[in-house]
């Protein structure tokens, strides 16, 4: 279906969903101290798949269906080689099955653990064992996640050897944090993690923070409108994505937390120089926010963008050169964008299906003279069920189709 954006004009008060990136890693630590799945209610497409496969690995099940989950698949592969050596049928969803997986192919290869990755699906058989773990970091921070969530499971010690530049270093601070309040113990020392076997799980109980990469497009909403509120961040907390305050600060912003509530006011918007190695999510609300700001902004480690849900680059590029904004690639991993703080409308969009592309398009509507149509708006299920009913609530002004 898709989606008329009439009004982006979006003032008042919401909540944001709860950390996506926090129920994963909550999620899986609660089944291993518990062997129980946690019940919620109104989740996201990506929250639902994984409290999905649990229960099926709690029922022993050999087929295991992904969906469109790189965070499921990425957390859970070692978990199940953890605990089982049965062969399971890990099934993937059409743009999962295009996202790298390399890095645990690669290291089930060498420690001779079956890993057979064939169109749409994966089959894993063999037990992991204590070992020297050493894993490419520039991909995805979620593969070491995986590892650090599955090695405590083993029976003796193992280390993980970080090759490369870890991205996204943030995530993996957020795991061993999770992991802390489980009572799992892990030792850090740069880029080396030393992990004790035969640690067991214990119940614990969190509140869920809210989810600051899906609060990134009404704090910019708040920045290009008058004043958005959000009631359910932290301001200290372990999110990533965390960075967008001060990204939108550094380009003239006005963010901050004002009696535990996060505030985003009015600002006057300049270009600036952004860095998404530790942030990739933030990648389509800030392709946004820079066409349509003063002055030139260079936003640089864009490269990983290719392999989300969609190209993301490409694909922000081309949306946002239709309405008229100027973008230059300066190399593979390197843009430049010129703001204009108009963008033209009146034009139908693709967004690939890509929850965080509909959300970045939509958000900037404020900026845009005329109306702008995006098909498959409900892509946002996948983090954001209810975007659009936020978005309506705050003054936007839409047409479904």
């Known amino acids: 279906m898709k989606v008329k954006i009439l009004d982006a004009t979006l003032n008042g008060n919401l909540t944001v969903p709860k950390s996506k990136s926090y129920l994963h890693r909550v999620m899986i630590a609660h089944f291993l101290a518990t062997n129980q799945v946690i019940n919620l209610d109104n989740l996201s497409e990506d929250i639902k798949t994984t409290a999905n496969l649990l229960s099926?690995?709690?029922?022993?099940?050999?087929?295991?269906?992904?969906?469109?989950?790189?965070?499921s698949l990425r957390f859970l592969i070692p978990i199940i080689s953890a605990i089982t050596s049965k062969e399971k049928k890990l099934h993937l969803g059409s743009s999962l099955n295009n996202r790298p997986i390399s890095p645990f192919q690669d290291l089930y290869?060498?420690?001779?653990?079956?890993?057979?990755?064939?169109?749409?699906?994966?089959?894993?058989?063999?037990n992991l064992y204590p070992s020297n773990y050493h894993i490419d970091g520039s991909i995805s921070s979620q593969f070491i996640s995986g590892l650090l969530m599955a090695l405590?499971?083993?029976?003796?010690?193992?280390?993980?050897?970080?090759?490369?530049?870890l991205?996204?270093?943030?995530?993996?601070?957020?795991?061993?944090?999770?992991?802390?309040?489980f009572k799992i113990s892990i030792v850090r020392e740069d880029n080396i993690f030393y992990i004790k076997g035969n640690q067991k799980y214990q119940e614990t109980s969190i509140s869920i923070e809210g989810?600051?990469?899906?609060?990134?497009?009404?704090?910019?909403?708040?920045?290009?409108?008058?004043?958005?509120?959000?009631?359910?961040?932290?301001e200290d907390s372990y999110q990533g994505d965390k960075k967008i305050i001060d990204i939108i600060n550094?380009?003239?912003?006005?963010?901050?937390?004002?009696?535990?509530?996060?505030v985003?006011?009015?600002?006057?918007?300049?270009?600036?120089?952004?860095?998404?190695?530790?942030?990739?999510?933030?990648?389509?609300?800030?392709?946004?926010?820079?066409?349509?700001?003063?002055?030139?902004t260079i936003i640089k480690n864009v490269k990983r963008l290719k392999y989300k849900e969609s190209n993301r680059l490409d694909n922000m590029i081309k949306n946002l050169i239709k309405m008229k904004a100027n973008i230059v690639k300066l190399d593979?991993?390197?843009?430049?964008?010129?703001?204009?703080?108009?963008?033209?409308?009146?034009?139908?969009?693709?967004?690939?299906?890509?929850?965080?592309?509909?959300?970045?398009?939509?958000?900037?509507?404020k900026k845009v003279d005329g109306y702008i149509i995006l098909d498959n708006y409900e892509a946002v299920s996948k983090s954001y069920p209810d975007f659009f009913k936020d978005f309506v609530k705050l003054g936007g002004k839409i047409d479904v189709k």
Not at 216 to 234: C, D, H, P, R, W
Request: cysteine-free; proline content about 1%.
């Open 56 to 71: 099926a690995i709690k029922e022993d099940q050999d087929d295991l269906y992904f969906s469109e989950s790189a965070s």
């Open 152 to 165: 405590p499971l083993l029976d003796g010690d193992s280390k993980i050897i970080i090759d490369n530049e």
């Open 211 to 234: 989810d600051y990469s899906q609060a990134a497009f009404f704090i910019v909403a708040g920045a290009i409108n008058e004043l958005i509120t959000i009631s359910n961040l932290k």
């Open 264 to 296: 985003s006011k009015k600002g006057e918007l300049h270009g600036n120089t952004i860095d998404l190695k530790d942030n990739i999510d933030l990648g389509p609300i800030l392709f946004s926010l820079a066409a349509v700001t003063k002055d030139k």
């Open 332 to 365: 593979e991993n390197t843009i430049m964008i010129q703001g204009k703080g108009k963008l033209s409308g009146n034009i139908e969009l693709e967004t690939f299906n890509d929850h965080r592309i509909v959300m970045a398009l939509s958000i900037i509507k």
């Open 167 to 181: 991205v996204s270093n943030s995530y993996v601070n957020m795991t061993l944090h999770v992991l802390k309040l």
């Open 109 to 126: 290869n060498k420690m001779n653990i079956s890993f057979i990755k064939k169109d749409h699906h994966i089959i894993i058989s063999g």
């Open 250 to 262: 550094n380009m003239g912003g006005n963010v901050s937390f004002i009696n535990n509530q996060l």
